[in-house]
């Protein structure tokens, strides 16, 4: 059995719920929450396959999708106090695709493994918003990949992520990239590596990155409020190499000391203006 959609398919009212055995591709819109409403559940027992530009948006509080596998190429919205489950993908989501978007701000789960859907992301070409104000932590089967020309990763609403590995960034990589939502965490358990024109932001008041080691051949901004440790790079930063930039409105730590102490050459840009003395 199989479903195709084309139009839109629209859940509201209290607690009603949608079966679907086989695999289904999505065109248009699939939406629970549609006006008010509570705890609607969606199952498709095979693959989901979201197309370019279509939207699956699950809203209604207390709502739940269990879906076999997913195949993501347009938007995703996880609403606060709902919950996604893959129920037949151990891996969960490896690769977020160029022109795809996943927006969680509720639970996104590896129902087979029980973890988050995002356990072993790897690569981000597309969008990946993590605004749901729990802990994810991250193992990469590789380097962790943010490529460039519309690349994503960004925290919001008081979200936790450790990454467990090194960091490639050639996109946009860091904290309330997309709203002011404060006290984000992002730890990084190795290099963090800031490509040319990339940027790295910690956007916010409370932000908090803490990156074992960072080499930044970009743009990285930490906003007021916000503080950047490096965690095993004793010697801070010693250069700001040509073509990059350093606007330092926060905090900015090497272990004890400021991460500029042993500055030695500067050949791109560096601003500081957090009211501190460096």
């Known amino acids: 059995d199989a479903l195709t959609n084309r139009g839109d398919i629209l859940l509201g009212g209290n607690n009603s719920s949608l079966y679907v055995s086989g695999n289904t591709d999505n065109f248009s819109l699939i939406q629970t929450g549609n006006g008010p409403g509570v705890g609607n559940q969606l199952t498709f027992t095979g693959l989901f396959r979201n197309q370019p530009n279509a939207s699956f948006d699950l809203s ?4 739940v999708a269990n879906v076999g596998s997913l195949v993501n190429n347009g938007f995703i919205f996880v609403g606060p106090g709902s919950t ?3 129920t037949n993908q151990p891996e969960g989501i490896t690769d977020v695709v160029a ?36 802990t994810t932590d991250i193992t990469p089967s590789g380097l962790f990949t943010v490529a460039g020309g519309g690349g994503k990763f960004d925290l919001e609403n008081s979200s ?28 990084v358990i190795g290099v963090l590596t800031n490509n040319p024109f990339a940027a790295f932001y910690l956007g916010a008041m409370g932000d908090t990155g ?3 080691m960072l080499v930044n051949n970009g743009y990285v901004y930490v906003g007021t ?26 905090t900015f730590n090497a272990g004890a ?15 500081l203006e957090n009211g501190q003395t460096t």
């Open 160 to 187: 936790l992520v450790t990454i467990h590995g090194g960091v490639s960034n050639s996109g946009i990589f860091g904290t309330s990239v997309e709203s002011s939502g404060n006290s984000n965490t992002l730890n």
């Open 257 to 271: 000391n400021n991460g500029f102490y042993q500055l030695t050459s500067v050949e791109g840009n560096l601003i």
């Open 210 to 212: 803490n990156v074992e």
């Open 225 to 250: 409020g916000a503080t950047l440790n490096l965690t095993n790079q004793p010697g801070g930063i010693t250069d700001v190499v040509a073509g990059s930039t350093f606007d330092l409105a926060g």
């Open 60 to 63: 209604s509080v207390g709502g």
């Open 99 to 134: 022109g795809s978007f996943f927006d969680q701000a509720g639970t996104f789960w590896d129902a087979t493994n029980n973890q988050s859907g995002f356990a072993n992301l790897t690569d981000v070409e597309g969008a990946a918003i993590i605004a749901n104000g729990q």
């Open 84 to 86: 996604f489950n893959l």
